[in-house]
Structure formats: C-alpha cells, structure tokens
C-alpha cells in the first residue's frame, strides 16, 4: 500500500481483518485502536466511512487512508456467516462473534480522496473488479487463448472500467487472493 501511495496512485481493495486500525476521535486527539467490528455492531447504517484512518504498526504502518463499510443485503450476509461457520467447524473452532458481526459486511479501503472517489461509487466500482476476473477465467478456458488473447481481454475492460470511474480518476485493481496489481484504468485521454 506505501509503494502505491508513493507512486500518486490510487487504491480500492478489501481490508484485511488482520490488520490494526488506528483513527483519533477528534483532531488534536491521540490515535485509538479502532475496534471495527464493535464499530458496526452498534449502527443501524448501511454504510459507515471512517476518512482518516491508518493502518498497521512500524514500519509497514501507511496513514491516509479511508475505511468504508457497506451493509451486505439478509442473504448475501447469512451466506458468508453460514461459509463462515463450516470453515471453523472444520477447524474444531467456533466463530467469533467480531468474526461473525463483519462476515455481514463488505469492508474496502482506498487512498482516494472523496472529491475524487465518492463513497456511494466505491462499492460500485470495487463490484466491476468481478468483471473483470470473469474475463480472465473466461480467456483462460478458452482453448485458443494466448498470452496477447489475455492482455487484450483485459486492456478492454480497463477501458471500460476507466470510461465509468469519476473525474479521471486512474484506479489501480488489485487481486485479494493473489496479493498481485492486475491492471491499471488508463488515463482518459487514452479511453
């Protein structure tokens, strides 16, 4: 995330639940230890932003960073609270109840400012991330799909992606499971 932010980049990607939270209550004030889940537990929203957030300890602390919570819809909640359960079953454990409460909720960050990335067009824009996985599953069980196939597949959704994001905006998207940059929004006067 540091490399990023040096880089003038932007970023949208899930928070990893094993990473700190740190936010001051009010300006002037020391920093706290957010407790994310407590946080969500006791809102009735069904999105709830943090703008000034920073993010782990030492040397891989990053500050500047915006946390939003949207609210997952009954069913999509019950269904990674439910994958939820078995996955700890199997383990011999039982779920946390902090565990249990964020299962409910899609948790992203960026280092977009609000006039740039509004909060209403995170979600939207971190959903099109899907899209453009489907496009590389989709390429890659294609029996005739090359190497160039799949850069193409992809430089057309980005396309795609950078026409929809406001203002501009270059957004970098990343894969969660993989830990990798998949691609890049280009400028708009490439679009």
Not at 41 to 56: H, L, M, P, S
Not at 61 to 71: D, I, Q, S, Y
Not at 99 to 122: D, F, H, Q, R, S
């Amino acid at each position: 995330m540091a490399r990023v932010q040096k880089s003038g980049a932007y970023l949208l990607m899930p928070w990893a639940r094993s990473v700190t939270v740190w936010t001051r209550p009010q300006p002037g004030q020391p920093e706290e230890r957010l407790d994310v889940a407590k946080q969500l537990a006791a809102t009735t929203a069904d999105r709830v932003e943090w703008a000034q957030a920073a993010f782990g300890l030492g040397k891989r602390r990053v500050e500047g960073l915006r946390l939003t919570a949207f609210r997952l819809p009954p069913q999509s909640a019950a269904r990674y609270r439910a994958a939820l359960r078995e996955s700890q079953r199997r383990q011999g454990r039982l779920p946390t109840p902090e565990a249990l409460e964020l299962a409910g909720w899609l948790i992203l960050i960026t280092n977009a400012p609000v006039a740039k990335l509004p909060t209403a067009m995170i979600a939207f824009l971190y959903r099109l991330r899907w899209q453009i996985e489907l496009i590389f599953r989709q390429v890659q069980g294609h029996p005739a799909a090359g190497p160039g196939s799949r850069r193409r597949s992809l430089s057309y959704a980005m396309r795609d992606l950078g026409a929809l994001a406001p203002g501009g905006l270059r957004l970098l998207v990343a894969c969660p499971r993989h830990g990798r940059l998949l691609a890049k929004t280009p400028p708009r006067d490439q679009l």
